[in-house]
Every structure is written in C-alpha cells, then in structure tokens.
C-alpha cells in the first residue's frame, strides 16, 4: 500500500486545517519544499500536495512551489486545489506531475471530468470530499447537495484512475478515518481508492491494509504533530 505524507500549501507556508475549517489552521515552521525533501529523505515515494489558495480562489496560486518540489525530488505528485480547466491540467501534467486531482469543478460539471479523463488518460485523480454522505465543494465551504455514492455511479466509467475520498468531519481530527464509508466508496469504485482523512497512528494504516480496493491513505496532521514517526510510516510504504 502506498503512503502519501501531506503539503497542504496556504500563503507560501505549510498548514493544517481542522474539518476544512480556514479559520482554524496551524502553520508550520518548515516550508513546503523543506517539507518534501524530509519525505524524500526518509524514502517515500509519493506525495499528496493541495493548494489551499487556488482551492478557495479556483486559480493556479503556488505552481512555482509545486515546479520546484516536482523539480528537486524525484516523488510521484498528485496535486489538487483550484484545477477547473482542461489547460491548467495540461500545466500540471507538462510541470511533471503524476496526478491531477479534479474535485469541485469535476462534481459541478460532470462532463469535464469526462474531457479530461479522456484527454489525459491514467493522469486524473478524483476527490470526493463528503460531509454526511454529501459532497463538498469550493474549499468544503458549500454543499453540492449530491449523495457521493450516487454521484460516483454516474461517473464510475468515465476513466478515473484513482479516486481520493475523504471524510471532512475526520480531517484533521485525527480521530481514525471514516473506514465505513471507505469501504463503501471502494466497493463500488472502478479505480483504486486513497484514503483521506483522520488517519492517527500506525494503526490505521495497517488496518487499511487490509481492505479491498485501496491503493494508499493519505497521512497529514499526525505527522506534523508528531503522532506518527517518519522513521515508523516509511516502513508501512510499499
């Protein structure tokens, strides 16, 4: 199973949100590119990056920051926040990117979800953000009223490569992921499944070992706070 240690990225800085919540973040010393290099240095592979500015302004805000990590450390990237364009996309994918994860704009408008999977095939990751079993959208500031296992039927045969579903109540919480919910995303789902949001300890992570369709979990707060060692995660990462 592959980890994916977190960079969320909010005026040039590191932080960390509670359920979402921009008004109740924590910034961090370390910078975003100091940060990767940690991860590189400890031996992951791959790296789950969101742009908190162009989620919220739906523009591409910190590309130089994402160019520069995807420059410097050879780590397989998926990056999400702010991406509602085919050419924005194509940007990412020419910056080095290996996934470009389509969230709001993808739940909005279906059919440019369909495009780009079409467009950039085995490069689109989807985000399914959800708050009792709803979907969120534009930063988790507004609902989408659409049910996520409904919306995934419609759009299960578009060509997603991998899906990235996350639990907005846990995140941040670090209060164990919404595994229910996973399971359930995951078994409908016709690409592999991240999980995201939650994640406390070690112990969460050997437990979606052992679940059918995940392809990895994303690992963000519990990191930064110290709760889980990097010496301890690198060895769960295959």
Partial sequence: MKIFPAIDIKDKK????????FDNKTEYQISPEEQAGKYKDHGFK????????????????????IQTIVDKFDLKVEIGGGIRNIDNIKKYIDAGVDKV???????????FLKQACLKFPNKIALGLDAKDGYLSV?????????????YLNEVNDYGVSRLIYTDINRDGMKQSPNFDETIKVAEIS???????????????????????????IIVGKAIYD??????ELAKEDA
Wanted: aromatic letters at 2%; glycine letters at 10%.
């Fill in 190 to 216: 016709n690409c592999p499944v991240i999980i995201s949001g939650g994640v406390s300890s070690i112990h969460d992570i050997k437990k979606a070992k052992n679940l059918k369709n995940i392809e990895g």
């Fill in 46 to 65: 791959n790296l789950h990056i969101v742009d908190l500015d162009g989620a919220l302004t739906g523009e591409m805000v910190n590309q130089d920051i």
């Fill in 101 to 111: 994860i389509l969230g709001s704009a993808a739940i909005k408008n279906k059919n």
């Fill in 138 to 150: 534009s930063g988790w500031k507004e609902s989408s009223n659409q049910l996520t296992l409904d």
């Fill in 14 to 21: 590191c932080v960390r949100l509670v359920r979402g919540d």
């Fill in 226 to 231: 110290g709760d889980i060692q990097l010496e």
